[in-house]
C-alpha cells in the first residue's frame, strides 16, 4: 500500500491549534481526543489511494464543529 506525505498549511495547522484550545478551556479530556481525532485522520489521508478524499473528509468536520 502506498502512503502518502500529508502537508498542512500553515492557516490549517493554525485553525487545528485554535480549536485544540477551545477544546481545551472546555475540557482537557475532549482536546486530548480532539487531536487524536484530527491526526488520526491524517494517518488515514496519507494511507489512501485518493488523497482528495482526506481533503473532502476535513472540511466536512469542519462544518459539523461548534465555533470557537
Not at 26 to 39: G, L, M
Amino acid at each position: 500500500m502506498n502512503r502518502y506525505e500529508v502537508a498542512l498549511l500553515a492557516p490549517a495547522k493554525e485553525e487545528i491549534t485554535e480549536a485544540f484550545l477551545w477544546y481545551f478551556e472546555r475540557s482537557p479530556v475532549a482536546a486530548r481526543a480532539f487531536r487524536t481525532e484530527v491526526f488520526a485522520g491524517i494517518d488515514r489521508g496519507a494511507s489512501t489511494s485518493t488523497p482528495w478524499l482526506l481533503a473532502t473528509a476535513l472540511k466536512v468536520c469542519r462544518r459539523s464543529l461548534p465555533s470557537p
